[in-house]
């Protein structure tokens, strides 16, 4: 028995030793090629003109699409703020899907709108649409409210591209504040690139709690107040910068933020439009399209860049943070098994062979493997039998990896962006980054494994619950009501 225990641990142990030393190694790649990238980004930044964007006659036109839900308190400021984007062809469609409040109402008196006769080439399904409104004004000739029967959001962005009239649209969130630039940033790839057809552009997301927001503009940038949104910049750091711009090198990105990304509409129709039932639409967006060009033998990239160019509210709530984490696993899970003879093939290219394996090992697996080591190496110190030079050496490494990776994102965008002014400011994230391994890490691990049963077992497939408090408006002071994103049952 000794001997078949000593095997069984043998192999065990060397399994998580090598799975670990592989996600460092993968990890330190994309993070020297991320770092290029962001090299050059950062040179070419100090000659980059985007502004020529704006006198260009063939700048393209753009939809911006934006779902509302029980949006009454702030859809006027949102609205405001989208239409004073730069970008010289555009325009904005809101779509009110079916809010419980008087999102809409709102909208009409502060627009001075009105329900106009609208043939709608339904050219992807989405749920009844009740109107379709537009102002009096002619200097808001560019704005288009949509009101229709509810249906989440993935519905409602189908209902606003059968209405959109732009070559490229963008989808964001009604509560993000967007960079008055993004536009003229984000479509420069797909006016640049001659060689392969660019069928999406995303920009890096930044947590916009505790920032001073005023008429939907951006002021006054600041680091989060309480721990846990503190803890999601150190995050989101490491996944865009580190993470998401290295995959957009070399042409293997899975997934651009629901937050904000640019799309070319006639490809995203052609692919059949946002899935109605599933929990992450964006990413299942993404690998479609990918799939759709190499299936039609269409050479194609997915870009993205480094630049901020999209604030949002992070959840403040341990409970809420939870859920929106579970989503993100089941929307992740769902999306690599719906597209699972993309695995290892290589008629998908860097698709195929690095990228949907990548996601399958060290995004899904990684936290099955970490809870497995875990219950194991607990098991074995009850027996009496834990190596435990051997866990605290492994301990220290991967405690030191995780504060290098985190204080490497934390430099580079410092040095690239200056988003942060205050050496204050940085010093925050980088002690933040000395503790977050003990508590945040915890926290989503557990969200992951959650979010694995609830698949798997509970066959869970809504959105559940998300509250927020909201972006508070500093000009007028007040407290916005929590928002609740509609439970879309999947059938």
């Not at 989808?171 to 008055?180: E, G, K, L, R, Y």
């Not at 060689?195 to 930044?206: F, L, M, P």
């Not at 721990?227 to 993470?243: K, M, T």
């Not at 190596?387 to 690239?416: E, G, K, R």
Request: contains cysteine.
């Amino acid at each position: 028995m000794d001997i078949i225990a000593k095997i069984i641990s043998f192999w065990v142990e060397s399994f998580i030793f090598y799975y670990t030393v592989a996600i460092f190694l993968v990890y330190f790649v994309l993070a020297i090629i991320s770092a290029f990238v962001l090299r050059r980004f950062y040179l070419n930044g100090k000659i980059a003109d985007h502004n020529e964007v704006l006198s260009s006659p063939f700048a393209p036109s753009i939809s911006i699409l934006a779902p509302a839900f029980n949006e009454s308190l702030n859809i006027v400021e949102n609205i405001k703020a989208l239409l004073a984007l730069h970008y010289t062809n555009f325009e904005v469609v809101v779509i009110n899907d079916g809010s419980g409040d008087d999102t809409l109402q709102t909208a009409i008196e502060a627009f001075d709108l009105e329900k106009v006769h609208y043939v709608v080439d339904e050219r992807i399904f989405c749920s009844e649409i009740r109107g379709v409104y537009k102002s009096r004004k002619r200097a808001l000739n560019n704005l288009t409210i949509v009101d229709k029967v509810n249906g989440g959001k993935a519905d409602a962005l189908n209902a606003g591209l059968n209405i959109a009239k732009g070559k490229y649209f963008i989808a964001i969130d009604a509560d993000s504040i967007i960079d008055p630039h993004a536009l003229q940033k984000m479509v420069k790839p797909f006016l640049e690139e001659s060689d392969k057809q660019v069928i999406a552009t995303g920009g890096v997301i930044r947590i916009a709690n505790s920032c001073e927001i005023v008429d939907g503009h951006l002021v006054n940038i600041k680091l989060p107040d309480k721990i846990l949104p503190l803890f999601q910049v150190l995050e989101y750091n490491r996944a865009f910068l580190l993470g998401r711009l290295a995959w957009s090198k070399l042409n293997g990105l899975l997934i651009i933020s629901g937050a904000l990304g640019l799309f070319d509409k006639e490809i995203v129709i052609a692919c059949g439009g946002y899935h109605r039932y599933t929990v992450g639409e964006d990413m299942e967006l993404v690998v479609r399209m990918r799939r759709y060009m190499t299936d039609n033998n269409k050479p194609y990239r997915v870009e993205y860049l480094p630049d901020p160019l999209c604030w949002t509210e992070a959840p403040g709530n341990l409970n809420v943070l939870i859920r929106q984490r579970n989503r993100w696993t089941r929307g992740t899970i769902e999306t690599l098994f719906s597209h699972w003879n993309v695995f290892l093939n290589p008629k998908y290219g860097m698709m195929g062979l690095v990228s949907h394996p990548f996601w399958v090992m060290f995004e899904w697996m990684a936290p099955i493997v970490e809870l497995f080591g875990i219950v194991y190496f607990v098991t074995i110190a009850l027996l009496g039998f834990a190596n435990w030079p051997y866990f605290f050496v492994t301990l220290f490494f991967v405690y030191f990896f995780s504060i290098s990776f985190t204080s490497y994102a934390i430099l580079y965008d410092h040095i690239a962006f200056f988003r942060y002014k205050s050496w204050k400011m940085v010093f925050r994230q980088l002690a933040a980054a000395l503790v977050e391994p003990f508590f945040f890490h915890p926290l989503i691990l557990y969200a992951a494994i959650k979010g694995n049963f609830d698949y798997f077992v509970l066959r869970k497939r809504s959105w559940g619950n998300m509250a927020r408090v909201g972006l508070a408006n500093t000009n007028k002071k007040k407290k916005q009501e929590e928002k609740v994103i509609p439970n879309v049952k999947v059938p």
